[in-house]
């Protein structure tokens, strides 16, 4: 069964709380609160000229599985914006190629896309069209099944409509505007160019013309955008505004950053959070040899070896050779390279499948099969669209990848990992490529920007790039860690001597060459002054190349340097447990709500206070703790939302629509099912409210009961909260049988990395999450860095669970800023507050659980509530002074 990553689920999350603040204020504001919901800075939202139309982008790299999101959002906006039970859905893709794939996947039953759809909306109330098939929609259906149109975004992209399929008039979607007025204007008229269409009569002009592209403007549709990034252009958004929708997300793993068209970036997904949750393939393994053949032998031994290693899995995976072979007029063509194959390396022939535009031997063929023979791929410049098989694993090039434009297409098609799984054996949870070029440091930075254009951070990127020995005999040997053991070595020639001092070369090699040049080799970090020397040998464009190949290496060298990369451990953290029974268990949040006793719903009066529904002549107006909601009543334009207000609603029917959109983990569903047979006569009957009123509002009454069920969990674990941290018991204690630990290989980090000058020497992992070159966390930062009794230290994660440390609060979970490794084994944990928040409950709470957890490891644990000047007058660093002793 299909299961989302945590990364997905908190994607959908940000999705939904955006378009709930939007729904009842701006779409501004939203935005802004759901970067600070995600504790990022936030920044301007763009209007793009659609007013409060919600116009977001979902950025995820490539292999993040964008396409099943997508499926995913449909239920998310439909619940939290459209407010509709049946929505119009259309889905546009770049290409006519994916458009095929995403269309059959989505008329598949039992596909993950189909699925994510058919949970929400039953199988029996979704319809997926494509594009050309939407003469097939009747009337009947719209407002009571799912509409998803797949199509491509070229079709609708044109400044004249007429003649166009989309925006043809059509008999069959005459009965959609039967009646229909368009009193807001939003729908084409009939003009003069559209008389030559067929059944059309000069007396024509000036009515509604019956099109699809006018069937959707009626509707108002979801788009959903996939991989749109490139067509971001005025012209598409002209086109999008004909179509009137009511909310467009975009998912893309670059979106667009240009100063007037940027994209509204509402969640981001870094490469190394895939890589935490087994999504993709890293670090890759890249050995580069003098010649092809070299490159060739080697990728057909790392893919023999692999398979061996894929026999100890539990599950089928054959590991797939992909090879880009010359164009015809090179020195390595596809005959050449398979000739090669055969009769140099002993493949068999069976085992070889030629992808090109004119040999289409994967046609027809189950990569995935186990009885399919194919182990080794060869084509030129790229496989089909969306050709996407997890079973590849390795890329070999006998092209210089330096010229190659296809390089970051197929080196995609191996990051991807076998059922998103991670592999017993390490071989096989990493991609390998090899290459046909002499120079490593020139090779590494061609395809550091490569995963950068594929949606990886600068740093990512470099971290994720590690180098294979060519001169090995066995593949795998010395890459069982895959760690730097040595610093990185950058070699290029100039044409004239640097000039060099002793402080400025002391890690610099500098060679005469017998053409008259000066080989240059520096092992290890490049010095703001070696640079500038090294930058005064070369003029022009090459001076752009060196200075970018020295930021690369120094990228490089700092990654190598963080402990995490050489091998070492961070101590386990011990937590905080309670007693249930004879055994110890994790403390969790859901812990205090039943601390003495179990939480019962029914104890909470049935109500919504804050709740209230008054119709006027157009709209109903939902006043819900103090923001007033306007929704308008369906008029003859809105019929199909007549469909669910019918004369027959009773109570009970929205009893049992409303229990499974408010039910929530831990509500005992008796419970749930008693408070809101109390709460709707509640509303209707004590209040007086209209059922009708309650039926049309319904996502939004649903929104309310929900506020209010959170808001009586909180009280019960408030109550508890305070019984357990605030009474001296013995049945918490901060326990070393029941650790966190923090994996070398595991630091899902999200942009914006910490790129600023001052380099740390002590953080654990090469990235440092969202840590700006300014600020008071920054400078708390650089007191820990410098501590002589600092080992090392994290920037802890917040919200993810397996790679973040965290203690219990009340409500959700406590993640302190900074977790320090002290050198005599001693763990600190520090949480800065500026002053304005070293006293709010909040940080009451934090301080609270904080302080119990040192206070009961027995002097093993140290808590920190630091400030930049405490009750006392002492700074940061005497404080870390004091704690650490």
Partial sequence: MFTLKDYQTRALAALSHFLTEARSGTVDEAFKQSYLEQQLPPIPYRHYDFGEMPYVCMRLPTGGGKTVLASYSVSVVQKAYLEQDYPVVLWLVPTNTIREQTLEALKTVGHPYRQALENEFGLDRLRVFDVGEVTQIRRQDIGRKTLVIVGTLAALRVEDTSGRKVYVHHEDFEPHFVGITDPDCRLERIGEKDLQENGLRREDIGKIKASFANLLALHQPLVIMDEAHNARTKLTFDTLKRLHPACIVEFTATPDSSVTSASNILYRCSASELKAENMIKLPIVLTEHKDWQAAVRDAVLTGKKLALEAQKESDFVRPIVLFQADAKNGEVPVEVLKTHLIGQLHVDEREIAIATGKQRELDGLNLFSPTCPIKYIITIEALKEGWDCSFAYVFCSVKDVRSSKDAEQLLGRVLRMPHAKRRTSDALNRAYAHLASPDFAVVAKQLTDKLIEMGFETLEAAANITQGNPNQSDAFDGQDDVVARTEPTIRFEVEAKPDLTLETSTNVTVTPTAQNTFSIEIKGEVSPETKTQLLKTVTGTQKQQLSAQIEHHNLRVAVARAPSQSGKSFASLPQLCCKQGELWELLDTDAFLHWRGEWSL????????????????????????????????????????????????????????????????????????????????????????????????????????????????????????????????????????????????????????????????????????????????????????????????????????????????????????????????????????????????????????????????????????????????????????????
């Fill in 602 to 885: 029914l104890d909470f009066p049935a109500e919504l206070p804050n709740f209230n529904l008054v119709q006027t002549a157009h709209t109903f107006e939902v006043d819900m703790d103090g923001k007033k909601l306007s929704y308008r009543l369906a008029d003859q334009n809105q019929a199909y939302n007549l469909d669910w207000v019918e004369s027959g609603y009773t109570e009970n029917d929205l009893l049992f629509w409303l229990e499974p959109q408010v039910r929530q983990i831990g509500l005992i569903p008796s419970q749930l099912r008693g408070f809101l047979a109390k709460l709707i006569p509640n509303l209707t009957k004590s209040r007086g409210l209209p059922l009708t009123g309650l039926v049309r509002s319904k996502y939004v009454l649903a929104r309310a009961v929900r506020e209010q069920i959170e808001i009586y969990r909180q009280q019960a674990a408030d109550k508890g909260f305070q019984y357990a941290l605030f009474e001296e018991t013995d049945d918490l204690e901060t326990r070393f049988d029941h650790v966190f630990e923090f994996s070398p290989g595991y630091y899902p980090a999200r942009p914006p990395f910490y790129q600023g000058r001052y380099q740390f020497s002590k953080h654990f992992y090469p990235e440092i999450e969202d840590l700006k070159e300014d600020g008071e966390e920054f400078e708390c930062a650089k007191l820990i860095d410098s501590h002589p009794k600092v080992q090392y230290w994290i920037r802890n994660l917040v919200n993810r669970d397996g790679a973040a440390f965290r203690l219990p609060l009340a409500k959700n979970w406590f993640y302190p800023d900074f977790v320090v490794e002290l050198v005599d084994g001693r763990l600190l944990v520090v949480e800065y507050k500026g002053k304005v928040y070293a006293t709010n409950d909040d940080s009451r709470e934090k301080r609270a659980v904080g302080e119990l957890w040192a206070k009961k490891s027995g002097g093993q644990c140290l808590f920190l509530m630091a400030e930049k000047k405490n009750a006392q007058g002492k700074g940061v660093f005497q404080q870390i002074y004091e704690q650490v002793g």
